[in-house]
């Protein structure tokens, strides 16, 4: 079975400063997707990142960056120059078929 | 930019009753998926619909569910009786083939009472 951990219930970082979000998943498959989504207030799911497993460059969006290590099977979330509009809970996902989601990582921006 | 919908926003019901769940996917996509997700806890999956038929379900999806794509644009989820822990917020979810993301929905926050 696909599971994905997140260990990190809560971070906090400071405005401008970076801040990197851990991510482990378990799987079998080789060819698979890795997804970071954030949940605002809202709780609307908004993709941050995605990466797929048979790439080995890291993906980049903006000031959005992962670590994607694939023989570790870890995923790490970077969010550089962290904004007030940052906070949220974020979720790493994998798919294979479908979709498995981690339990979260609150990220708390302080001005 | 085009986006999934989903209605109603909140839904509140008693305890045993039968609840629908709509939701438009974008219209060119292809793969049609619900997640709950409990108050708190993480997104948790549903189910899988794909070329009018399940493709997938987990665990949770249990004889009370059942989803179907009545028309080329709709995708409900149907709870048949619920029950105090069927309380989530709802989100469908769909996406094109091939590797891309699913693009979710606002969610549906269902109050079983």
């Known amino acids: 079975a696909q599971t994905v951990t997140q260990s990190q219930p809560e971070m906090s970082v400071q405005e401008a400063e970076t801040v990197t979000l851990s991510c482990t998943y378990d799987?079998?498959?080789?060819?698979?997707?890795l997804f970071w989504y954030k949940q605002p207030p809202s709780r609307q799911m908004i993709l941050v990142i995605r990466q797929e497993a048979y790439k080995q460059q890291n993906a980049t969006e903006n000031r959005f960056s992962v670590n994607f290590q694939k023989a570790a099977k870890s995923f790490s979330l970077k969010i550089s120059d962290s904004q007030l509009g940052d906070a949220a809970m974020y979720f790493c996902a994998y798919r294979a078929n479908d979709m498995r989601f981690g339990a979260g990582t609150r990220l708390t921006v302080k001005p | 930019e085009p986006e999934v919908t989903q209605t109603p926003s909140h839904q509140v019901t008693q305890m045993g009753q039968e609840v629908i769940l709509r939701c438009v996917p974008i219209s060119n996509h292809l793969y049609f998926y619900w997640y709950r997700q409990i108050l708190g806890q993480k997104v948790e999956f549903l189910v899988s619909f794909y070329n009018n038929e399940i493709s997938e379900k987990s665990e949770i999806f249990d004889d009370q569910f059942s989803v179907e794509r009545p028309d080329g644009s709709n995708f409900t989820l149907k709870i048949r009786s619920t029950k105090l822990e069927d309380s989530a917020m709802y989100f469908c979810a769909s996406r094109t083939g091939g590797p891309y993301e699913q693009y979710f929905g606002p969610g549906t926050r269902l109050t079983v009472t």
């Open positions: 799987t079998s498959e080789s060819d698979y997707y």
